[in-house]
């Protein structure tokens, strides 16, 4: 671990300082309805991972990171808005910095190549006020290009949030169109894709909730009536949503799944269900597919 010259970074805007619980739940709102960001929850935990481009989409990915493929020229980075406390970055041993905004010159810890970790890497936590920005970067020079970039982009999108905190307290939506990747969806969406092998599928889905609450998958062999995978099927696919007061508003969903019973030498069909489950009140049941699939096999 080092703290060179080069890896320094510059935390002096203090936006993540002003905002209180009232604004937090501004955020907090504004994000579950952002298709760039996807708010998860872990044990006990909200935090939210902003999305970034791959193949020219923005899409999920396992565990929030992404990665280049050229190896002789890698980066891997991670961008977090955790709410209460820190989500981290594994077992602490020195490789994170922690700051609080409006420190203008600031050390960070590198973390230098090793087996496994092909470049400098680097892990910063900047407190704001109720919540926590938390940063990746691992490339191979010193310089936090990633780090510097991410933390200024962040502070120039919430101080859009506190600008606008009434209109996302009324719709859910933050009124500037280039803070989304694309337009939000007009009308009910669900759909069951292929993902990278047989066994693992990606669901992308447009619903329209009157409140705050999380959605996720279920799913069912259609010919025995079994939920399949659900042990883990429900924590990878929970996402807290965006929700609008009248219901007028739609908002994407998407998450990637396994479904482990099975293989891939066989098919069979299976039904998939989308659930929200309210702050208050039961659960229900916005949407279904049936779909022929495979279960994955290691």
């Not at 937090?24 to 999305?51: D, H, M, Q």
């Not at 982009?153 to 169109?177: A, F, N």
């Not at 279920?218 to 007061?245: C, E, I, Y």
């Not at 030498?265 to 039961?282: I, M, N, Q, V």
Request: with cysteine; charged share 25%; proline share 6%.
């Amino acid at each position: 671990m080092s703290t060179p010259t080069a890896a320094h970074v510059d935390f002096t805007d203090e936006t993540l300082l002003k905002f209180n619980s009232s604004l937090c739940s501004t955020l907090f709102r504004y994000l579950a309805g952002n298709p760039r960001w996807e708010i998860r929850e872990e044990r006990g935990l909200k935090y939210a991972v902003r999305l970034e481009l791959v193949n020219g989409t923005y899409e999920t990915t396992l565990n929030g990171f992404y990665s280049s493929s050229d190896y002789e020229n890698y980066h891997q980075t991670r961008v977090l808005l955790s709410f209460g406390r820190p989500y981290g970055f594994g077992v602490e041993r020195g490789n994170t910095t922690k700051v609080r905004p409006g420190a203008k010159d600031v050390p960070l810890t590198i973390e230098a190549e090793h087996a496994g970790t092909p470049g400098n890497s680097s892990y910063a936590i900047i407190e704001g006020a109720g919540f926590f920005l938390e940063i990746y970067d691992q490339a191979p020079g010193l310089r936090r290009e990633f780090t510097q970039a991410a933390f200024n982009e962040v502070c120039t999108e919430l101080k859009d949030v506190l600008s606008y905190r009434e209109e996302i307290d009324k719709t859910g939506v933050l009124p500037v169109p280039a803070r989304y990747p694309a337009p939000l969806p007009v009308e009910k969406k669900f759909v069951v894709k292929d993902g990278m092998q047989p066994g693992i599928y990606l669901i992308d889905a447009a619903i329209a909730p009157t409140q705050q609450g999380f959605a996720y998958v279920k799913a069912f062999d259609v010919k025995t009536g079994a939920r399949l995978s659900a042990q883990r099927m429900t924590p990878r696919t929970t996402r807290h949503v965006g929700w609008s007061n009248e219901g007028k508003s739609f908002f994407p969903y998407k998450s990637e799944l396994t479904v482990y019973e099975g293989d891939w030498s066989h098919t069979y069909e299976a039904r998939f269900e989308l659930w929200h489950s309210p702050l208050k009140g039961p659960e229900m049941k916005l949407a279904e597919a049936t779909r022929t699939i495979n279960g994955w096999e290691r």
